[in-house]
């Protein structure tokens, strides 16, 4: 996958991108990342990028000449054509689905807004997505391009070296993971359920189900999430109410 970055500040990405798996992912050549400065697209003297929003208000508004000319550019930098995604908090909201669908495209250009955001016409003329890390709102895109470059490298084959990783983790089939431990057994009178210590791999594998429901329930209740759990609960839950009305439920991992 190729992905462009359009942002005034290149420099934000290094550590991020050159670290752990997606350094020795990019140096593998698995995905490549290449910048744009929107500051290079500037025609007047100041170099300037922005300017005051029409009709007044506060901050400074991104011009849609600048951008344009830094998006052609960037499009123009290889020959499959991009799907365009802006960040903005405005957008539709990351999700594992989007990410996965992402992750497909050959090639993506990220376009990091600053300031009080994005002329709208370049929104609507020349962006195919709008996306949001979540409703709240940052200083600059380069973060959220950030989150949405490693999520969906993740789903790169070969970037985790293990093909399997993205489909056990929470999300890849709506629900959240278990709990995970490791050694030491016993730490500060804080102790490991004991059913991952007895070696009974079906008991753990029960156990780890049962978390999942329940965490699911707990912590993303409402929604898919519960539309979710209903499934799951009528496939694998006979085990504990014998297909009863959901509300029956023994094991209390459904309601
Ligand atoms: C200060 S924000 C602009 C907020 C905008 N005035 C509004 O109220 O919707 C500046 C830039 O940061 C980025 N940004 C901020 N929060 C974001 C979020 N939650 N998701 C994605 N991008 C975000 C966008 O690129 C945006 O253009």
Redesign the pocket.
């Known amino acids: 996958m190729r992905i462009d970055v359009l942002t005034l500040f290149p420099g934000a990405f290094g550590g991020t991108l050159d670290t752990s798996i997606l350094g020795r992912a990019r140096a593998a050549g698995l995905f490549t990342v290449h910048f744009t400065d929107i500051r290079d697209f500037a025609t007047d003297k100041h170099r300037s990028v922005d300017d005051y929003p029409f009709g007044g208000g506060q901050?400074m508004v991104?011009r849609a000449d600048v951008l344009d000319a830094a998006l052609s550019h960037a499009v123009a930098l290889a020959g499959e054509p991009p799907t365009v995604v802006?960040?903005?908090?405005?957008?539709e909201v990351l999700t594992d689905a989007l990410v996965r669908e992402l992750a497909k495209q050959p090639r993506l250009v990220l376009?990091?807004?600053?300031?009080?955001?994005?002329d709208e016409r370049f929104l609507e003329h020349r962006v195919d997505r709008e996306?949001?890390?979540?409703?709240?709102?940052?200083?600059?895109?380069e973060l959220?391009a950030m989150v949405l470059i490693d999520s969906v490298a993740r789903h790169i084959p070969g970037v985790l070296g293990d093909e399997q990783s993205p489909e056990d983790e929470s999300f890849a089939d709506g629900l959240l993971e278990h709990p995970q431990y490791t050694r030491p057994a016993e730490y500060n009178g804080w102790e490991v359920p004991s059913v991952l210590l007895g070696g009974n791999h079906a008991a753990i594998e029960a156990w780890r189900a049962e978390q999942r429901l329940e965490r699911t329930r707990a912590r993303r209740p409402g929604g898919a999430a519960a539309r979710l759990l209903a499934r799951v609960h009528s496939r694998s839950c006979s085990r504990c109410c014998n297909g009863a009305a959901l509300r029956s439920c023994r094991a209390n991992v459904c309601w």
């Open positions: 901050g991104m802006a960040l903005t908090p405005q957008g376009v990091c807004g600053r300031y009080e955001g994005m996306i949001s890390i979540g409703d709240y709102v940052l200083t600059g895109g959220p």
